[in-house]
């Protein structure tokens, strides 16, 4: 999906990743976005899908997308990786369990080795997605009896698969069977999340918004080394290096600290 000139180039993965499927195959239609996934737009998001096959990488999101999915009844495919070790499961609202339905809760924060922390070997990430690929496939063209029907687990370096049946929705779960969707719900309000082991805050705005970024690059330039492709501008001021994109979402390196991170959000971009 990516190359060094990607990165040299600061593109954007979304933008990155399209420009390659359609380098693949130029029949493909791309609609490639920028957004940050939270409760505020996965509905509008998933709205009209057929199938939604995951690639993300917290569990916080993966239980926002499975209460999205199941509530508008859109099947997902979740898939993940990290070390040599992947997993897959084919969702199918109000048919096979959810996620939730498995893992009521989402493991302790920290618990649980991440990419970050952890690394991924690339081998293990083509054998996840060939797994759902292929799931999407018997999804699109109807062959339903074909799904795995399972929890799938391998290890590549420990040469160990496993399958575990999922079956029905548990009759216990608030997703399926009480239709809470708690991560839909929740309070938007906080804006700010560390990205683990990165160094970095993400500050989203409290409100939609659309930032004229070549205006902004000039503003910033007093202040500051200004970069800027179409995507996104880029602003280097002591020891921070702010990414902001269209939709005011910025990421800010060189501080794990929410509050350093919304008080340079504020004097840059204004809120
Ligand atoms: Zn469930």
């Known amino acids: 999906m990516f190359t060094e000139a990607d990165a040299t180039n600061r593109l954007p993965k979304a933008i990155a990743a399209a420009n390659h499927i359609r380098e693949v195959n130029s029949e493909i239609g791309v609609e490639p976005e920028i957004a940050d996934v939270n409760n505020s737009n996965i509905e509008r998001l998933i709205e009209g899908c057929d199938v939604v096959i995951d690639g993300t990488d917290n569990f916080a999101t993966r239980y926002l997308i499975n209460d999205a999915c199941v509530k508008h009844k859109v099947n997902w495919i979740y898939g993940a990786a990290v070390g040599s070790y992947g997993v897959t499961m084919t969702i199918r609202p109000n048919i096979t369990a959810c996620l939730r339905c498995l893992f009521p809760e989402p ?43 399972s929890l799938m687990q391998f290890d590549v370096w420990r040469n160990e698969w496993r399958r575990i049946s999922t079956g029905q929705p548990a009759s216990d779960c608030p997703t399926c069977a009480r239709h809470e969707f708690v991560t839909l719900e929740a309070d938007s309000s906080d804006f700010a999340a560390v990205l683990c082991g990165r160094d970095a805050v993400q500050v989203s705005p409290s409100h939609p918004a659309h930032i004229n970024l070549s205006t902004l690059g000039e503003r910033l330039s007093a202040a500051g080394e200004v970069k800027l492709n179409d995507y996104l501008l880029r602003f280097r001021t002591g020891e921070f290096e702010m990414t902001i994109f269209q939709d005011a979402r910025s990421i800010i390196r060189g501080t794990d600290n929410v509050a350093t991170a919304r008080s340079l959000y504020a004097k840059f971009i204004g809120n």
């Open 107 to 149: 493991p302790p924060a920290a618990s649980a080795p991440t990419c970050d922390t952890a690394g991924v070997i690339m081998p293990i990430i083509n054998i996840v997605a060939a797994v759902q690929v292929s799931e999407a496939l018997k999804l699109l063209t109807g062959h339903e009896d074909d799904l795995h029907q």
